[in-house]
T-cell receptor, first 115, second 111 residues
């Protein structure tokens, strides 16, 4: 049981290049999330999904797109990378059960540097 | 808007007790979470409070006062491995809705 995995672990891009970050979970979770974490800013939600085929915007969605074609995978795309997108990206998942004390499980993170 | 405040940094001595405070002003409230994050690693779940009072889990305890919009995380018998960032997060809506995170408190444990 690997939990939440992210690919790649580290990437350097030039301004204007595109890339896709992959998140995979093997816990049969319904909900998946993409966050970015910057120094002094904490974790900020980019997009999230409440089930296969659904996506929703979070706090900072501009410049990113997402897709959830399969329940276990959540992809984050950068169509034209900008230096402001230099950050650490975390994926998380949760089961989606109602009731409140339902925590999120985080992947190890992807460090992205845009030059 | 949503506002969650925590101290940026704290330092404490090995073996001591430290309290990390979190205050929140959010559009709604349906639970408060504490996460631990070691440098370069992913956040991991520590505790959850939805009702007023204290939840104890080994060396860690978390307290909530909904009327005051206030929580704290109490760490006892500090160890060097407790040096990490501690993130306070609030679920603002009912159901399994996304969390709103504070900026985190970086705790340094010194000998």
């Amino acid at each position: 049981n690997a939990g939440v995995t992210q690919t790649p672990k580290f990437r350097v891009l030039k301004t204007g290049q595109s890339m896709t970050l992959l998140c995979a979970q093997d816990m049969n979770h319904e909900y998946m999330y993409w966050y970015r974490q910057d120094p002094g800013m904490g974790l900020r939600l980019i997009h999230y999904s409440v089930g296969e085929g659904t996506t929703a915007k979070g706090e900072v969605p501009d410049g990113y797109n997402v897709s959830r074609l399969k329940k276990q995978n959540f992809l984050l795309g950068l169509e034209s990378a900008a230096p402001s997108q230099t950050s650490v990206y975390f994926c998380a998942s949760s089961s989606g059960l109602a009731g409140g004390q339902e925590t999120q499980y985080f992947g190890p993170g992807t460090r992205l540097l845009v030059l | 808007g949503q506002n969650i405040d925590q101290p940026t940094e704290m330092t404490a001595t090995e073996g001591a007790i430290v309290q990390i405070n979190c205050t929140y002003q959010t559009s709604g409230f349906n639970g408060l979470f504490w996460y631990q994050q070691h440098a370069g690693e992913a956040p991991t779940f520590l505790s959850y409070n939805v009702l007023d009072g204290l939840e104890e889990k080994g060396r860690f305890s978390s307290f909530l006062s909904r009327s005051k919009g206030y929580s704290y995380l109490l760490l006892k018998e500090l160890q060097m491995k407790d040096s990490a960032s501690y993130l306070c997060a609030v679920r603002t809506l009912s159901g399994n809705t996304p969390l709103v995170f504070g900026k985190g408190t970086r705790l340094s444990v010194i000998a």
